[in-house]
């Protein structure tokens, strides 16, 4: 039962364009979302989140945005650089089980020069 | 101030044997997380602790695997008898709190890549 999905395994993307990563969720508990990056050989890392009584966030280069209603949340990343080559993983959580994350199956973004 | 320390990064197994991962939280963290991934999907939640307990070993096998996080020391996560089906890489994370959202958010540490041949 997978509830968090992200469902474009791969994504390619030129330096400079916006990149958008997908996940959909289908567990109406999860109240906050978060986005980690990773690198091969390494842990995840924090990039940003969303709490569900928002609808967008942003941090520098990154936005997150939610739409409640379709269990829906995207990460933009404009201008994408070639450091952003990574894995990309959203993950969500619900009050009460703040501490347990459920992660999607990630999306490998690769900017091309 | 180092972040999460996880060794050995890489570990192999025969099956039947026993693998120890140990995990070092950030300083001052005192609440730890174990997730599994397996090859080709997301990370799984395993166990959280607390220094003495375990608060939700939810995502736990129910055999073979035990975690702990001693009052001094690591956290240990300790599988018994690996199988081939462990072999995984096992990540461990650390929070201020006994939350992960809002400025909380969990650290992670790179990773026990466990083999079992």
């Known amino acids: 039962d997978q509830q968090v999905k992200q469902n474009s395994p791969s994504l390619s993307v030129q330096e400079g364009r916006i990149s958008i990563l997908n996940c959909d969720y289908t567990?109406?508990?999860?109240?906050?979302f978060l986005w980690y990056k990773k690198y091969p050989a390494e842990g995840p890392t924090f990039l940003i989140s969303?709490?569900?009584?928002?609808d967008k966030n942003e941090d520098g280069r990154f936005t997150v945005f939610l739409n409640k209603s379709a269990k829906h949340l995207s990460l933009h990343i404009v201008p994408s650089q070639p450091g952003d080559s990574a894995v990309y993983f959203c993950?969500?959580?619900?009050?009460?089980?703040?501490?347990?994350?459920?992660f999607g199956t990630g999306t490998r973004l690769q900017v091309t020069l | 101030n180092a972040g999460v320390m996880q060794n050995p990064r890489h570990l192999v197994r025969r099956r039947g044997q026993e693998a120890r991962l140990r995990c070092s939280p950030m300083k001052g963290h005192s609440h730890v997380y174990w997730y599994r991934q397996l090859p080709e999907e997301g990370l799984k939640f395993m166990v959280y602790l607390q220094k003495e307990n375990i608060i939700d070993e939810s995502g736990m096998p129910k055999e073979r695997f035990s975690a702990e996080f001693p009052k001094e020391g690591p956290s240990i996560l300790r599988i018994q008898q690996v199988v081939r089906g462990d072999s995984a890489a096992y990540f461990c994370?650390?929070?201020?709190?006994?939350?992960?959202?809002?400025?909380?958010?969990?650290?992670f540490g790179q990773g026990t890549r466990l083999t079992v041949v």
């Open positions: 567990n109406s508990m999860f109240d906050y």
């Open positions: 969303i709490s569900s009584i928002k």
């Open positions: 994370a650390s929070s201020l709190t006994g939350t992960v959202i809002g400025n909380t958010e969990a650290f």
């Open positions: 993950a969500a959580s619900a009050t009460g089980t703040a501490s347990k994350l459920t």
